[in-house]
């Protein structure tokens, strides 16, 4: 496990590193998604997999859908980045928890309704945390994460996006 220090220094490196070689910050991630199931999908990514289906009856009720892996992904990215701006801020925190919730009209996915949109059309991050540090601290804290939560930039702001079909 790393520590709070060894982290600290990983972050420093990081950055460092970073500064002088901006084109090492440039990556690109994949992920290969496949419908094993009526509604089952495995998604793998890094050698991992993640497993995403609907509750029943449209599917089987084995993982979570994928509106809930968006919102478990958007929170799981703002609580490694608290951590990381924590350390970089030196503010310091005893427990961290982020509850992610969205609004969403399922009309349109299915086809009932042409004009909602069919995702989400709200999306609320409460951050609970407690320590040592004012709540002037924790703002400025939550503050440097917003400015650099990469899963909170796509879901807030417009990205480039295409679809390419390829069959047979």
Known sequence: MTTSSTLHSILDA????????????????????????????????DGQTVTFDQASPLGDGVGP???DGLLAA??????????FWSEKLDI????????VRGDIDVRRLFGA?????????????????TGP??????????????EHCPMLDVVANPVAVSTAIHAG
């Open 14 to 45: 990081t950055t460092d590193a970073l500064t002088l070689n901006p084109g090492a910050g440039q990556k690109q991630v994949a992920v290969a998604d496949e419908l094993v199931a009526t509604c089952t999908v495995e998604a793998r990514c």
């Open 65 to 67: 859908t994928p509106g």
């Open 74 to 83: 958007l929170g799981a990215c703002q609580a490694q980045v608290y951590r």
């Open 92 to 99: 310091r925190f005893d427990a961290l928890r982020v509850d």
């Open 113 to 129: 309704d042409e004009v909602v949109r069919p995702g989400f059309s709200a999306v609320e991050i409460d951050v609970h945390v």
């Open 133 to 146: 540090e004012s709540a002037a601290r924790y703002d400025e804290l939550r503050r440097a994460v917003d």
